[in-house]
């Protein structure tokens, strides 16, 4: 388009091209003058929601410090109508607090509710947005109904459940706390510090009828789409969403393997045990001291064997297998922050459209030489010129944001593995060192029998 608000053909032949399929359904079945404003209403916004990543100070942004902490689950109230409280405590140095140490308590719906207050302001911009963990309508139905085995006594809640979903919403906030913007958001803010409860945020209790009801629109919105393909003119764009899908693909395929090798190690930490078991038995009944002593010596370190290959399954869970399960809800949060640019331009061709038709109309005025209607036909060229230059201008920020992201995602993602790669491996590799020496031990015995 040029100044004067004309469309260029080359650029409006280029809107209407076609490419890949990857983030690329949108709806386009709303009729050409039904709430055409409404389509446009984050087009038209006159100020940003927040400053974007130049305007942090870079001195501030460097010193700035936060660490957060969920810990003691505590069930409240009971039956169907209970569910869980977490502490949540904060250390920080950053100046949008009151304090610098603080504490408050929040239940898994506030977790939920800060998420999507996060994604209705910021994924239009292009942030990428930290996934929250998922509903467990299962484990929640348990722990509500206070009978659920291997529980910590009085309580009926299951730890290891309750400790993976801890873990997951202490990393969820680290990873929010960790963006130099989302980490200042008022609402994030207002979840970490505020006394108060929070107000019930809306479709994320597991079995409400409004998310129900949300999941049938969402099928809805599937069936009544129309794929709409894109043209990627940035080379860019085309690379990395391929790159995001293959690494995607691999870590869902590492994830299930990780999985595999939990279950295994747990199963043979309970064969283990019951080599352990048989030995100690049959120790008792032999009668060749040296023999029995052996056997005795046997049942001890496949005993201690069993409860490190305990420890070595709850590594591959809580130390790798997670780590990779957040990131492939991350690389999910990548593909909606693409798709959301998808429709941004999607509004920048509708617009496009309009403005044509609008042109179009006041031309037939003119001819038929209809001075009573021109002047408001005016007004609407007028008016769809300018929601054209916003839709334009929209669409070349969240594509500038979007690559910023990606920078700032890549350099913490190879910093995160790095530090989840090296405890791993300090970790097996204690097991292992521990395991010999208990092998190490039995060997004199051994050898001395007679």
């Known amino acids: 388009m040029d100044t004067n608000g004309t469309v260029d053909h080359g650029q409006t032949e280029q809107l209407q091209k076609h490419t890949q399929p990857a983030f690329d359904n949108v709806d386009i079945t709303s009729p050409d003058d039904e709430n055409e404003n409404d389509i446009f209403e984050s087009a038209i916004q006159q100020e940003p929601l927040s400053p974007v990543l130049e305007d942090v100070p870079t001195d501030e942004a460097g010193d700035m410090f936060i660490e957060i902490v969920v810990a003691d689950p505590q069930k409240v109230g009971d039956g169907m109508g209970s569910y869980l409280a977490y502490k949540v405590s904060t250390k920080t140095n950053i100046s949008k607090f009151k ?40 484990g929640t139905t348990k722990v509500k109904m206070g009978s659920q085995p291997q529980s910590e006594p009085g309580t009926g809640v299951n730890l290891e459940w309750i400790e993976n979903r801890r873990a997951s919403l202490e990393r969820f906030l680290n990873r929010v706390a960790q963006h130099p913007i989302l980490c200042q958001d008022t609402d994030f803010v207002n979840f970490l510090e505020s006394d108060q409860e929070l107000p019930r945020a809306v479709n994320t209790a597991a079995l409400s009828g409004a998310g129900v009801m949300r999941l049938f629109n969402k099928v809805g919105e599937t069936v009544n789409k129309i794929t709409y393909k894109m043209d990627e003119n940035d080379p860019w764009f085309n690379d990395k969403i391929n790159e995001v899908e293959t690494i995607d693909a691999h870590m869902q395929k590492l994830h299930s393997a990780i999985k595999a090798l939990v279950s295994h190690r747990k199963e043979l930490a309970t064969l283990t045990g019951g080599v352990a078991k048989s030995a100690a038995l049959l120790s008792t009944c032999e009668e060749h001291t040296g023999l029995s002593q052996a056997l005795s010596q046997l049942a001890d370190v496949e005993e201690k064997v069993e409860l490190l290959r305990s420890e070595q399954a709850n590594s591959d869970l809580y130390i790798l297998s997670e780590t990779i399960k957040d990131y492939i809800g991350l690389f999910g949060a990548i593909k909606d922050v693409f798709h959301e640019r998808v429709k941004v331009f999607q509004n920048w061709q509708h617009a496009q459209i309009q403005l044509t038709k609008k042109r179009e109309n006041k031309a037939k005025l003119e001819l038929q030489d209809r001075r009573d209607k021109l002047e408001f036909a005016q007004k609407e060229v007028e008016e769809w010129e300018g929601k054209v230059q916003r839709c334009q201008k929209e669409f070349d920020n969240i594509s500038s944001e979007i690559k910023k992201e990606m920078e700032r995602f890549e350099l913490a993602r190879a910093r995160d593995f790095k530090s989840t790669i090296v405890k791993y491996l300090q970790d097996q590799m204690a097991h292992q060192q521990q395991q010999m020496r208990y092998w190490e031990a039995i060997v004199p015995v051994a050898r001395d029998i007679a």
């Open 99 to 138: 304090k610098r140490q603080f504490f408050t308590m929040r239940r898994f719906s506030d977790f939920l509710g800060l998420h999507d207050l996060l994604v209705s302001k910021y994924l239009r911009m292009g942030r990428i947005i930290p996934p929250a963990p998922e509903k467990n309508i299962i």
